[in-house]
């Protein structure tokens, strides 16, 4: 069985929603916990009964310390502060072995388990973003990613764990300060700050809009393949990560500010829309 847990408002439904419908189309040994972070996600989530769900609200969720720093975050800021948390509580509470962090903005094209088996015996999986090199920003938003992670209820899994829970608890805020940015910036010494860190080499664990242009992309008999441009590596697509990502009122769809080929648009952005 593969835990997976993510969290999202009402704002985020809709991509929550496509990741969950992705994740049930390619993986069938697998649980989604879903930290609804208003009423009406959890009360649309709770209507829809989902198969391999668990939604949890609020007022189940939030301990003393984050109820203590919420008002003096962002919402944003707070969803960040958050992801660490809700990793811990479904390890936690369902007394679950190990325990995956999605972002809502992922949407999978193939089984994410051959990314989580690729950590081995190791307890912590990182991505990094892998950044095409005119969109790095790795100096302010960090080398890797909090989009796709993994942790082990191990001695290893949960030090690093609660270390990151602590840190976010204490400063998490949408600047770059101090060597900080959000709860990502945190990431960057991992490999060597902890023990039993995995960073994932697989290329389809983490396209992005922010490195697919490194890539050239190519559909055979369903399934969705990458091929890096200085290499010729071939892989499978397993996520895309939909950064930026806008349905606008006028029924109009904004891609974000990356630049994106047709290729790209055909092969990822339409499916997903």
Same mark, same amino acid.
């Given at each position: 069985?593969?835990?997976? $847990?993510?969290?999202?408002?009402?704002?985020?439904?809709?991509?929550?929603?496509?990741?969950?419908?992705?994740?049930?189309? %390619?993986?069938?040994?697998?649980?989604?916990?879903?930290?609804?972070?208003?009423?009406?996600?959890?009360?649309?989530?709770?209507?829809?009964?989902?198969?391999?769900?668990?939604?949890?609200?609020?007022?189940?969720?939030?301990?003393?310390?984050?109820?203590?720093?919420? &008002?003096?975050?962002?919402?944003?800021?707070?969803?960040?502060?958050?992801?660490? +948390?809700?990793?811990?509580?479904?390890?936690?509470?369902?007394?679950?072995? +190990? $325990?995956?962090?999605?972002? @809502?903005?992922?949407?999978?094209? +193939?089984?994410?388990?051959?990314? #989580?088996?690729?950590?081995?015996?190791?307890?912590?999986? #990182?991505?990094?973003?892998?950044?095409?090199?005119?969109?790095?920003?790795?100096?302010?938003?960090?080398? %890797?990613? /909090?989009?796709?992670?993994?942790?082990?209820?191990?001695?290893?899994?949960?030090? @690093?764990?609660?270390?990151?829970?602590? @840190? $976010?608890?204490?400063?998490?805020?949408?600047?770059?300060?101090?060597?900080?940015?959000?709860?990502?910036?945190?990431?960057?010494?991992?490999?060597?700050?902890?023990?039993?860190?995995?960073?994932?080499?697989?290329?389809?664990?983490? /396209?992005?809009?922010? &490195?697919?242009?490194?890539?050239?992309?190519?559909?055979?008999?369903? &399934?969705? %393949?990458?091929?890096?441009?200085?290499? +010729?590596?071939?892989?499978?697509?397993?996520?895309?990560?939909?950064?930026?990502?806008?349905?606008?009122?006028?029924?109009?769809?904004?891609?974000?500010?990356?630049?994106?080929?047709?290729?790209?648009?055909?092969?990822?952005?339409?499916?997903? /829309?």
């Amino acid at each position: 069985m593969y835990n997976y $847990c993510t969290l999202f408002d009402s704002n985020y439904l809709t991509r929550g929603l496509a990741l969950y419908e992705s994740l049930k189309r %390619y993986s069938d040994n697998f649980h989604l916990y879903i930290f609804a972070f208003d009423d009406l996600a959890y009360n649309l989530l709770s209507k829809l009964n989902l198969e391999n769900v668990t939604v949890i609200p609020l007022n189940e969720f939030e301990d003393h310390q984050l109820l203590r720093i919420k &008002n003096h975050r962002t919402k944003t800021e707070y969803c960040w502060t958050c992801t660490p +948390s809700i990793i811990k509580y479904s390890i936690e509470t369902y007394a679950l072995d +190990s $325990c995956t962090y999605l972002d @809502a903005d992922l949407y999978f094209f +193939s089984n994410p388990a051959v990314l #989580i088996e690729e950590m081995g015996d190791k307890s912590i999986l #990182i991505t990094e973003h892998r950044y095409t090199s005119i969109y790095d920003q790795s100096s302010t938003s960090g080398i %890797y990613c /909090v989009q796709f992670m993994t942790f082990k209820n191990d001695k290893k899994g949960m030090t @690093a764990l609660n270390w990151w829970r602590k @840190a $976010c608890n204490n400063w998490c805020y949408a600047r770059f300060e101090d060597g900080k940015f959000g709860d990502q910036k945190y990431l960057d010494d991992w490999p060597i700050r902890f023990k039993g860190v995995h960073v994932l080499k697989n290329l389809g664990g983490g /396209v992005a809009p922010w &490195n697919v242009q490194q890539y050239k992309l190519v559909k055979e008999n369903n &399934n969705l %393949y990458g091929i890096k441009k200085t290499t +010729s590596e071939r892989f499978q697509i397993v996520f895309y990560h939909f950064h930026n990502f806008k349905i606008l009122s006028n029924n109009k769809i904004d891609l974000g500010n990356y630049k994106l080929d047709n290729n790209v648009i055909e092969c990822l952005y339409k499916p997903y /829309v």
